[in-house]
């Protein structure tokens, strides 16, 4: 739980640091429930929400239950695994002006050649910036590996299996292959130590390296918007 929260903030701020450039434009892939578009805290920000059509219908009746204002969120209904990921874009977002993409806690149950197609599509974007979270082999985290065994084994049964994992050195090298100019990996150790530092009072410096858990990464990739 700490680390998506951790993580979610890690993409506000790059988020907040964008807007300050003068980043118009915010996508959000695989975007469940999450709630940054309706706190409007860029009202200038155009946020595009991209996930499932059944989970968009489910959130939309959630939102209008809870009385919560969609103005200024844009929702596109798609499946990534179906559908061509350039298209998809095209028909959802400006793709002339420069954009930030949180893709968080996804990865993990998409096909590798879903996420390669995914991350080529971004790369043909003029000006982007992502930032994403992946699961790390669970095989190859001794200490770890009961915890997120038994977490994969739970949502295999609610019928979303996991369906990749990946080195932080070879996801990054599969963005670069792709046309990414720029890409740097960020383990859940250094994520949120660097929130619960800043927390405190602290400067934010964390020991990156260590263990990770479940959907264990976070990595950033672009350029400079």
Do not use: N
């Not at 998809?88 to 420069?98: C, F, H, N």
Request: glycine share 10%; proline share 5%.
């Amino acid at each position: 739980r700490r680390f998506v929260c951790a993580r979610s903030r890690l993409a506000e701020d790059l988020t907040a640091e964008a807007v300050q450039r003068g980043v118009r434009q915010l996508i959000v892939l695989g975007v469940g429930l999450d709630t940054f578009g309706y706190r409007r805290s860029y009202p200038e920000l155009r946020v595009v929400e991209i996930d499932h059509p059944t989970t968009h219908q489910w959130k939309r009746q959630l939102l209008a239950d809870a009385g919560i204002d969609m103005i200024g969120v844009t929702h596109h209904g798609a499946d990534p695994e179906r559908e061509q990921r350039a298209g998809v874009l095209a028909g959802s977002i400006d793709t002339s002006v420069p954009t930030v993409v949180w893709w968080l806690g996804v990865t993990p149950y998409l096909t590798p050649a879903a996420i390669r197609d995914s991350l080529a599509a971004l790369a043909t974007l003029p000006s982007v910036a992502v930032v994403f979270g992946h699961a790390s082999p669970i095989a190859e985290l001794p200490a770890a590996a009961a915890a997120p065994s038994r977490a994969t084994e739970r949502v295999a049964a609610l019928g979303e299996p996991w369906l990749s994992e990946y080195h932080p050195d070879d996801l990054r090298r599969a963005a670069l292959a792709v046309g990414f100019d720029v890409a740097t990996a960020v383990d859940e150790r250094a994520v949120t130590g660097g929130l619960w530092a800043r927390q405190a009072g602290g400067d934010g410096a964390v020991d990156s390296t260590g263990g990770s858990a479940t959907d264990a990464g976070v990595g950033t990739i672009g350029g400079q918007l």
